[in-house]
Structures are given as C-alpha cells and as structure tokens.
C-alpha cells in the first residue's frame, strides 16, 4: 500500500489514465496508461517508467508552435465584432 503524497491520508490505487498533453507541436493523447491514483484527493501519478516509455516515443513536452499562424485562433480573433458569421470556410473562397 502507498499513502498518497500529496493528501498523506489517501490510499493511491492502480488505475488506468490517459495521457494528453503538447509534443512537438502536436497535440497527443495516449489512453490506458497505467497510473496510481489517491481515493481521497484524486492525486493522479502515471507510472514513471511508463511515462519515459512514451516520452522516448513521442519527444519532450513543448508548447504549439507559436511561428506557425493557428487559422481557426487567428480567424476567430479578427471576426469577433460580428461574430454571427456561420460559415468558417468564408476566408477560403475569397483568399
Ligand atoms: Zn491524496
């Protein structure tokens, strides 16, 4: 039995989680992986060795490539005085 760290009062228990978070510039989800968690607080810990396993895999955490101009962000941002536009495609036929 582990105490949770976090709470010291919770019991972490093996459960099954799943990962997302930004790698390289892309976003990525890895379900089932296996993690302890706390039933008293939630605390949430994936297996370390699990966890290198898929970092080798993938690459190191980074934020989105901010270089890159996000289309639906940026469109968004401009449109927002008239915000009632349905048609997200708009930008594409004119440009
Ligand atoms: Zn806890």
């Known amino acids: 039995m582990r105490t949770c760290p976090n709470c010291h009062v919770g019991t972490l228990r093996p459960k099954s ?3 997302a978070n930004w790698h390289v510039g ?5 379900p ?6 706390c039933d008293v607080c939630a605390w949430r810990q994936i297996e370390p060795e699990a966890l290198n396993r898929l970092l080798w895999l993938i690459g190191p955490v980074t934020r989105p490539a ?5 289309h639906t962000l940026t469109s ?8 009632a536009d349905p048609d ?3 930008d594409r036929q004119t440009a």
């Open 17 to 19: 989680v799943t990962y």
């Open 26 to 30: 892309q976003f990525v989800t890895a």
């Open 32 to 37: 089932n992986l296996p993690a302890w968690s």
């Open 66 to 70: 901010l270089s890159q101009p996000r």
């Open 76 to 83: 968004t941002d401009e449109r927002r005085p008239d915000s």
């Open 88 to 90: 997200p495609d708009r």
